[in-house]
């Protein structure tokens, strides 16, 4: 069993950054992959990050891609998003998950661990 609890989220204007973690407890995640997904109101929830359990393997969707940045610690079992250059497409409900199989997928149904979410706005 694995918990995961999101923090970071706020307001923010448009341009600016803030740094989402996802912390683990229950079992380390150290061999697990970890992605980051979102939703907005009236949207399905979608891919943003994904990070391998080795580390040396991220992946990143067009939309966030050169502006957010995933990356683990896993001496304190928590995953970050560093999100810059913030647009206001990018509201939404932010949430971390676990994969067991350590494989960093852009698939959310390949996750079987998910945090409760942490919401960011950014306005304009």
């Known amino acids: 069993q694995v918990q995961l609890v999101e923090s970071g989220g706020g307001l923010v204007q448009a341009g600016g950054s803030l740094r989402l973690s996802c912390a683990a407890s229950?079992?380390?995640?150290?061999?697990?992959?970890v992605g980051w997904f979102r939703q907005a109101p009236g949207k399905e929830r979608e891919f943003v990050a994904t990070?391998?359990?080795?580390?040396?393997?991220?992946y990143y969707s067009d939309s966030v891609k050169g502006r957010f940045t995933i990356s683990r610690d896993n001496a304190k079992n928590t995953v970050y998003l560093q999100m810059n250059s913030l647009k206001p497409e990018d509201t939404a409900v932010y949430y971390c998950a676990a994969d067991r199989s350590g494989n960093g997928s852009k698939n959310k149904w390949d996750y079987g661990y998910w945090g409760q979410g942490t919401q960011v706005t950014v306005s304009s």
């Open positions: 229950g079992r380390t995640i150290s061999s697990y992959g």
């Open positions: 990070i391998r359990w080795t580390g040396g393997f991220t």
